[in-house]
């Protein structure tokens, strides 16, 4: 399937996205109940004691030495927490990358397939801090699960990782920071010498609707290139059956990217489908 194409469909959505979340906000002055406003919030918390499975499509351009490669992402990315005892938890974060592009290499045409898989294991108190901080630590492994040589990097990867974060009224902020290492695989390939931060900062009103900043930023040592993504979107939270889920709608730009990186504008639209415990 061409991106082109993909890219059509998932315009098509966020269309009809655009006119849901617009609606709601035209809303506001009813009010929603506290409680979905306060669920909506926590869609932010990568460590919430909730059962959520995100569902994210990205899609960057602007790649490749002469700036035609485009790259179409879809994350599936299941948080299951577990209760060990009456003060800890274990979160398990999962991201299984679908990618689709093309150009991104010169002569290499089309890839398709799934990419490497990112796996976090964060350990966490039940309550937050006196100061009502939430924070995790734990670990990060990354797979070479890809279905194609251009869609991963053929190493097996792993580090420490730590997320904190605050909420206070209707705020939330907080950063997630990881380190991956490269220990494993195929010899022909680059290491992997990975330090990845994920700050993000947002609003959630009555509506249980969210507005939100956030980077995806990475520094690879071995390169030793950044890659900054600045996003802003907009989630809105509905009751859908006995189920809740939210419709995420953003862009974003490349503050700073690696050689051959994606450049420019991007633009990412995420359904996340939260299930009772």
Known sequence: MKIQKVIFRVAVVCVFCSTLLLQNLAKAEDGTLNEEAQLAQDLLNPIANIYTIPIQVLYDQNIGPADEGEKLTINIQPVLPFSLNEDWNL??????????????????GSQSGI?????????????????????????????????????????????????????????????????????????????????????????????????YIQSDMSYDWESEQWAIPVDVG????????????????????????????????RFRLQFNFVFPK
């Open 115 to 211: 990419g490497d898989i990112n796996m976090s294991l964060f350990l966490s108190p039940q309550a937050p801090t006196k100061r009502g901080v939430t924070w995790g630590v734990g670990g990060v492994f990354l797979l070479p699960t890809a279905s194609e040589e251009a869609l991963g990097t053929e190493k097996w990867s792993a580090g420490p990782t730590f997320v904190a974060l605050g909420q206070r009224g209707p705020w939330i902020y907080g950063a997630l920071a990881g380190q991956a290492w490269s220990f494993a695989g195929a010899s022909d390939r680059a290491d992997v010498n990975l330090t990845q931060i994920y700050p993000w900062f947002g609003h959630t009103w009555s509506t249980a609707t969210t507005l």
């Open 91 to 108: 979160i398990t974060r999962t991201i299984l990358p679908v990618i689709f592009q093309d150009d991104v290499f010169p002569g290499a």
């Open 234 to 265: 907009v989630q809105q939270l509905f009751e859908v059956g006995s189920i809740y889920v939210s419709a995420d709608l953003g862009a974003g730009y490349w503050a700073e990217s690696p050689d051959y990186g994606p450049e420019g504008w």
